[in-house]
Structures are given as structure tokens and as C-alpha cells.
């Protein structure tokens, strides 16, 4: 499969604890990014790389997240503390160009008990 | 202003109907645009790119209108499969913006 790949596909976590996420873009592909999205809403952006540079971060990252693409390909996504709030699915997509269509992972669903 | 603005749906509709999908956006300077397909729990899917000169992929229609900043999709001889949600989405340098989405519930 060449896609977007994402992993875990689902995650339950107790508040308080930390969690990682894992996104495998397409591998030509040196833009990533991540955006989360909750029940009834579109996709809310969180972050993105243009190859391992971070170039731009939604104010929804709180500083409790933290994301690095280390070495331009694989990108993870870090929460720490998990609070309730934090309940959503996180999507991962990657482009070529800035202005071509992005192709999404199949999420990483995030459950805080 | 949102940046990119849809109907709030949903949108119930009969077998065979036509449906449109409507789209605002709020940056002038926005290069590209498209339809993504969500299924309820599943990652958005590209439907279509949304070109000047309009396209067409089979019963999906696809407008986009500059100078009024106005993105639509049209659905003709819709069938139970093509109950989702659709998302307007428009990009702007590198950065890539959706709008909420418009769900559609076709009617057997």
C-alpha cells in the first residue's frame, strides 16, 4: 500500500498519560500534515513539515503537543497529559506541491478515559 | 468571516434526485480547490478538483467561480452509496483549509 499510513487506528488512553501517534506519508511526498477533527466538524489543522522543517503551528497546539518529522519522511505526533478534551481523530495528509490535493491516512482515533 | 463556508445541511434527499453543494471562500488569493468525501468514522477521500473551466466526472459536476469566490458540486442521479459528507477545500500557499462539510442522506 502507497498511501498514508497511520498508527495505532485506535486509542484508548487514561487522563494524565502520554500518547504517540505515527504517520507514514507518501513517500514522495515532503509536505505532512496533522489536523484534528471531533464529531459533526471539519478538519481543524494542527500542524505541518515541509520535509523535517516544522514551518507552521495552529494555536490549537498547546504546548502539551509537541510534533517532529526527524528525518523528512515519518512524522509523530506526541500528546502529553492527556486530558478528555483531547478526545478526537487525529489525520494525518501529505502533498507534493503546496497547491496539489493531499491524501489523508485513515486516522488515529483518540479515546481519554 | 470563516475561510471557507458550506451549507450546514444535512441534506435528505430522494434516490435519483440531483443535489448541489455550495461553498464559499473568504481569500482571494486561494490557488486550489476541491471535494473531499467523508464516510461517518473514515478519513476524507478526494473526490475532485475544482477547475475555472468547470469538470465533470460522471454524475459529479464540479463549478468554481472566481470572481465571486464560490466553489460548487452538483450530485445527479444520486444513489444510497453517495451519502456522506462533503467538504469543501481550498488551499492557499501550503497551507490546506476545509470548510465544516455538508451531510448528505440519500432516501431509498
Known amino acids: 500500500d502507497t498511501g498514508v499510513s497511520q498508527d495505532p487506528r485506535h486509542k484508548i488512553t487514561k487522563r494524565g498519560q502520554n500518547v504517540t501517534f505515527r504517520c507514514d506519508p507518501i513517500?514522495?511526498?515532503?509536505?505532512l500534515y496533522w489536523y484534528r477533527q471531533t464529531l459533526g466538524q471539519g478538519p481543524e489543522f494542527l500542524t505541518y513539515f515541509q520535509n523535517e522543517a516544522q514551518l507552521e503551528k495552529s494555536r490549537l497546539l498547546s504546548d502539551r503537543f509537541s510534533a517532529e518529522r526527524p528525518k523528512g519522511s515519518f512524522s509523530t505526533l506526541e500528546i502529553q497529559r492527556t486530558e478528555q478534551g483531547d478526545s478526537a481523530m487525529y489525520l494525518c495528509a501529505s502533498s507534493l506541491l503546496p497547491y496539489s490535493e493531499a491524501f489523508f491516512g485513515q486516522g488515529t482515533r483518540l479515546t481519554v478515559v | 468571516r470563516k475561510e471557507v463556508e458550506q451549507d450546514p445541511g444535512p441534506f435528505n434527499v430522494p434516490e435519483g434526485a440531483t443535489v448541489a453543494f455550495n461553498c464559499t471562500y473568504s481569500?482571494?488569493?486561494?490557488?486550489?480547490f476541491f471535494w473531499y468525501r467523508q464516510d461517518c468514522r473514515k478519513e476524507p477521500k478526494l473526490l475532485m478538483s475544482?477547475?475555472?473551466s468547470g469538470n465533470e466526472d460522471g454524475r459529479f459536476t464540479a463549478q468554481l467561480n472566481r470572481a465571486s469566490q464560490y466553489i460548487s458540486l452538483l450530485i445527479r442521479d444520486s444513489k444510497l452509496s453517495d451519502s456522506a459528507t462533503y467538504l469543501c477545500v481550498v488551499r492557499l500557499d501550503d497551507k490546506i483549509i476545509f470548510g465544516k462539510g455538508t451531510r448528505l442522506h440519500i432516501l431509498p
Open positions: 475544482v477547475y475555472s
Open positions: 481569500n482571494s488569493a486561494s490557488q486550489s
Open positions: 513517500s514522495e511526498h515532503n509536505r
